[in-house]
């Protein structure tokens, strides 16, 4: 019997998107969360662990330290899980480019935009300024470059005239919800990789919005 894809998820905050995962690997039994790692030691989502039996640890950035030194200690506190792949679910750090490229094509990454659009903070406030008609979420492998890998996987929502940020987060939140547990069961499928900087779903090239159902 192979064993479970081994899943490390990092947090910064309230971690729904660790929960969406929990919830889908007890019904995908070849992934399981094995670790989660947080930056903020008063992360919601390390209580989410916690109720779910999984291990946590928390790296907490120390004062005057470089991004290169806080990367030297999240690393090993990765190592320690030695996970097959690494979920950032809303981890609010930008990482080194030396720790990505230890991991290509073995990190993942949740943006609330339908990239390329809006990299970076602020998604919702910008598209609503913008005046786009839809809006939404993408899954990307992680690459040095910010928010800027092969997308695997998009969802995208409507945009309603009276919405706010809070009502439009929400809508996107919920696809989120929907869209990750499902790149991290493609993953531990062995379905889904990344090769010559492109993201390749059953030996097929996913194009640049992402996996698209014929």
Request: aromatic share 6%.
């Amino acid at each position: 019997m192979e064993s479970s894809c081994r899943i490390l998820v990092l947090i910064s905050g309230n971690g729904s998107n660790l929960q969406a995962i929990i919830d889908s690997c007890y019904d995908n039994l070849n992934a399981d969360v094995v670790g989660v790692i947080s930056n903020n030691p008063d992360a919601y989502g390390l209580i989410r662990a916690h109720q779910n039996e999984i291990d946590t640890s928390c790296v907490i950035s120390r004062e005057g330290e470089s991004r290169e030194e806080y990367d030297v200690r999240l690393d090993a506190a990765i190592s320690r899980y030695q996970p097959d792949l690494i979920v950032l679910a809303g981890f609010m750090r930008i990482l080194s480019p030396a720790l990505v490229e230890r991991y290509e094509g073995r990190m993942v990454n949740i943006h609330p935009s339908l990239l390329p659009l809006y990299p970076g903070l602020h998604t919702h406030a910008r598209a609503m300024e913008a005046g786009d008609s839809e809006h939404g979420a993408s899954v990307h492998f992680v690459i040095p470059a910010l928010d800027a890998g092969p997308v695997i996987l998009q969802a995208k929502v409507p945009v309603y005239g009276d919405d706010t940020i809070e009502t439009l987060s929400e809508r996107v939140h919920e696809q989120e919800h929907a869209i990750y547990p499902l790149v991290v069961k493609w993953f531990s499928q062995g379905r889904l990789q990344m090769k010559d900087g492109r993201a390749w779903l059953d030996g097929e090239l996913i194009g640049p919005n992402g996996y698209a159902p014929d």
